[in-house]
């Protein structure tokens, strides 16, 4: 986090996309709402005109706005996983305890002789290894 690029360049693309996202945040609350946005649009004015004439004074904002997407990315990330875990995988796996699948085949069973699996063999043709996928 430390390492956050804050040259003159990446905060005037920083400004610019700030300036866009607002702008559409303004379209949309006008087209569906009915409402003035005018804050919204001196918000994204604002951030045009400082990233075209001093692009430097937008380090700090820049600089919170990425500790912000990284505190929100390091959540999301916590969050899709659990349900993704608690939703998807905690059923499955009891699913497959309840009707005694084994898909790794653990079970032992102590009247087998080996547990290597015969594998069936194949006459290859030229063709099988010119396509191999």
Known sequence: MNNTKTDKIFLKKFGLTM?????????VVFIR???SPLTI??????FLLVSLIVPGL???????????????GWVNT????????YLIFSPIG?????????????????TTESYWKKKLSKEFSQTDYQRRF
């Open 33 to 35: 709402h009915r409402h």
């Open 19 to 27: 300036a866009v996202c607002f702008a559409l945040i303004a379209l």
């Open 58 to 72: 937008l380090r700090y904002v820049y600089i919170i706005w990425m500790k912000l997407a990284f505190v929100l």
């Open 78 to 85: 916590r969050i899709l996983l659990c349900i993704i875990f």
């Open 94 to 110: 009891l699913i497959m305890r309840i009707f005694r699948i084994d898909l790794l085949d653990r079970r032992f069973n102590p």
């Open 41 to 46: 649009c001196t918000i994204s004015f604002s």
